[in-house]
């Protein structure tokens, strides 16, 4: 089920693994960026969503005033989801990469949930229901 479709980030829900998939397609304002992190946290907290893929393999990397945004204050907003598994797929651009470095690793308030980084889609989509096996 599509749950927001905009030029620059796709947002898809699959009920029969619980997983919510936001792809972005490029870069986009500062105000849609900041809108499209909090409309997905709003879909993951609404809908009580337990497993979630990152594709930013096309975002590019974000003003700094974006990127301490997103570290400062979407990561805290986000670390309370009642997440169990956070797959991430890197970014083709090296600048952007670092920044999720940025993000992904706060030795002070990890996440309270597994975060893996990824090359591709699928690999990022298994790793997220291997967990409904066990």
């Known amino acids: ?9 796709h947002v898809e829900y699959y009920a029969a693994h619980d997983v919510i998939v936001s792809q972005w397609y490029g870069r986009c304002t500062s105000q849609e960026y900041r809108g499209a992190l909090s409309r997905f946290l709003h879909f993951v907290a609404s809908m009580g969503i337990k497993h979630a893929i990152a594709d930013r393999r096309l975002l590019p990397p974000l ?18 989801l009642s997440l169990k598994r956070f797959a991430i797929i890197n970014s083709f651009d090296p600048a952007a990469s670092e920044q999720l ?5 706060n030795k002070r308030a990890p996440f309270p949930f597994e975060v893996k980084v990824f ?7 298994d790793w997220l229901i291997a967990v409904e096996a066990r």
């Open 1 to 9: 089920m599509v749950l927001s479709e905009t030029p620059y980030l």
């Open 63 to 80: 003003p700094p005033e974006d990127a301490q945004w997103t570290v400062n204050e979407y990561r805290e907003e986000f670390r309370k």
């Open 101 to 105: 470095q940025h993000f992904l690793f």
């Open 119 to 125: 090359e591709d889609l699928t690999s990022a989509y």
